[in-house]
């Protein structure tokens, strides 16, 4: 069984490899019980969105990580996948915009990713 920070890193990649766009990933085991970690990425469109979050789901329960539940939301502008002790978010760019989930969670710890994902890819 992966760590929740072992599972988050494995999701960060996995999005990245399919051009995921502005991935941040936010550790907030200290400020709520919903999860460890919310990873939050951006599609280019609503396909986008969609085979973002499909890769995530094969990637995870290739490793054995089952996800525990999936909502669309307004004809793909907005995916949930929710592993338990993280939950990813993707959407396309204006719904990112509208909802501002960094901004509701800035009390998360903000992860650096140079160590998970390349720089300029």
């Known amino acids: ?16 490899e399919k051009k995921g766009k502005d991935i ?11 999860a460890d970690y919310f990873l939050i990425c951006t599609g280019t ?10 890769y995530a789901e094969y990637t995870l ?12 939301h307004r004809g ?5 996948l929710d592993f338990g002790s993280i939950v990813v978010h993707v959407f396309t760019e204006e719904a990112r915009e509208f909802y501002s989930l960094e901004r509701l969670w ?3 710890e903000n992860v650096d990713l140079k160590d998970i994902i390349p720089e300029g890819m």
């Open 1 to 16: 069984m992966l760590t929740a920070k072992e599972v988050a890193y494995q999701v960060t990649k996995a999005l990245d």
């Open 24 to 34: 941040r990933l936010l550790r907030i085991d200290e400020v709520s019980s919903l």
């Open 61 to 72: 329960e290739q490793l054995g990580e089952p996800m525990l539940g999936r909502e669309g």
């Open 45 to 54: 469109s609503s396909t986008h969105v969609k085979t973002l979050c499909d």
């Open 76 to 80: 793909n502008s907005w995916e949930l």
């Open 106 to 108: 800035a009390d998360g």
